[in-house]
């Protein structure tokens, strides 16, 4: 059974850190593109950050840029998102991603809330 788990998220203040992941399990992810999309209250789902196979390629939203990281352990199949000097507008539901050749699966999302 194929399952993207997230986990990490929670209530943190403006300026606070987060580190999200995701638990890969039933197909192989390390040769999968790995993203992270968000999703914020009454707003649609967007793209935050991808990593493709071996890390080689990582690539990130413009509002994210020096702030989030993204990072893959390929050999716990676990995929990760830090997050750092967080704002309120960063206040979503983070969804891991797995792409391959026309496929996709999805987590069900873990909730990040940036207030004070």
């Known amino acids: 059974q194929v399952q993207l788990v997230e986990s990490g998220g929670g209530l943190v203040e403006p300026g606070g850190s987060l580190r999200l992941s995701c638990e890969a399990s039933g197909f192989s992810s390390s040769s999968y593109n790995m993203r992270w999309y968000r999703q914020a209250p009454e707003k649609g789902r967007e793209f935050v950050a991808l990593i493709g196979p071996t890390s080689a390629v990582t690539s990130y939203a413009d509002f994210v840029k020096g702030r989030f990281s993204i990072a893959r352990d390929d050999l716990k199949s676990i995929l990760y998102l830090e997050m750092n000097n967080l704002k309120p507008e960063d206040t979503a539901v983070y969804f891991c991603?797995?792409?391959?050749?026309?496929?996709?699966?999805w987590g069900q999302g873990t909730q990040v809330t940036v207030s004070s």
């Open positions: 991603s797995a792409y391959r050749g026309g496929i996709t699966y």
